[in-house]
């Protein structure tokens, strides 16, 4: 007489599992691929383009910084670089205040990564954020310092955030020292109002010679912290892997336009994992059926 075993049940019911894992891992990774219209499209793609020939990061170490050039701080004062060394070192920030994109998510990464290093701003080194555009002024500067301070989380330590503007010239002077090359672009508008540029941080001994680079806009605490303690003893780092992140041109049409294709292939991944589990589910039922009639089959012969 035939009989539907344990081991086949469990075999049919591997089968249909599997399948339907294999659905489910497809459709995961279509979604996977998808950002909200309002999260930053930046990506890894396989040739730059061309607006980004003139963008850059050259790790210029132990080079000295002007600690002559004069810049605005945030509280609309005419400060030398200077003044902020000598007896600590500093982290260093070149980005604008009013980037669509990639210099939030850097200065969202440098506060994150200091809520977990021990060192203190102010009494153990310096946060020192310059904007690259001459054209924003004291209240952008000193709304972003209020907007990180806050989200840093300890108001005491205010007196060691510096967010500054300045001249085109003496933002020249900085940027070449610290080897960070940007391109001016057009904006939504179609005006030059925003900047191709790359993601780092640097440390600064307390001498002004730049330490340290680190890439990107997400920092080790761990590395911020050696990195930190080394730059006060004035000792220079090491080159790290120029790994750029890149920040230019924010198209929100070419967002929707993305979007719209990534919601096709969440469409289709979902089409594929109700076609596989039908696919599936028919043929169990049929072998299962089968079997079945075998076994009444076999009962009315015995019978």
Not at 209 to 221: D, F, H, I, T
Not at 236 to 259: E, F, M, R, W
Request: hydrophobic residues 40%; contains cysteine; glycine residues 8%.
């Amino acid at each position: 007489m035939y009989s539907i075993n344990s081991t086949e049940r469990l075999r049919w019911t591997a089968r249909l599992a599997a399948a339907a894992l294999l659905s489910f891992a497809a459709l995961t990774s279509s979604f996977a691929q998808v950002s909200r219209y309002d999260e930053k499209q930046v990506g890894n793609t396989n040739e730059k383009p061309n607006i980004l020939n003139g963008v850059g990061i050259a790790q210029h170490l132990n080079q000295q910084i002007p600690l002559d050039l004069t810049f605005t701080d945030d509280m609309g004062k005419l400060v030398q670089l200077g003044s902020y060394f000598g007896r600590k070192p500093a982290i260093l920030a070149l980005v604008y205040y009013q980037c669509p994109m990639l210099c939030s998510e850097e200065l969202n990464g440098l506060s994150s990564a200091l809520q977990m290093v021990s060192l203190v701003p102010g009494k153990d080194f310096s946060v020192i954020v310059i904007s690259i555009d001459p054209s924003e002024g004291t209240d952008l500067a000193a709304a972003k310092k209020r907007s990180y301070v806050r989200r840093y989380g300890h108001p005491e330590t205010a007196a060691g955030w510096h967010f500054m503007t300045g001249t085109q010239q003496n933002i020249d002077a900085l940027t070449k020292t610290v080897g960070f090359s940007y391109v001016k672009i057009p904006g939504p508008d179609g005006k030059l109002t925003q900047y191709a540029h790359a993601s780092s941080i640097q440390l600064v001994t307390p001498e002004g010679k730049l330490a340290q680079y680190y890439m990107g806009v997400e920092y080790s605490p761990k590395d911020i912290r050696i990195g930190l303690v080394e730059a006060s003893g004035n000792k220079i780092g090491s080159p790290v892997d120029n790994i750029l992140t890149y920040c230019y041109h924010y198209d929100p049409q070419a967002n929707k336009h993305s979007l719209i294709i990534a919601r096709v292939v969440q469409l289709g991944g979902a089409v594929t994992l109700v076609m596989l589990g039908g696919f599936m589910w028919i043929m169990f039922r049929r072998d299962y059926r089968a079997a079945h009639e075998k076994l009444a089959s076999g009962t009315k012969v015995n019978g």
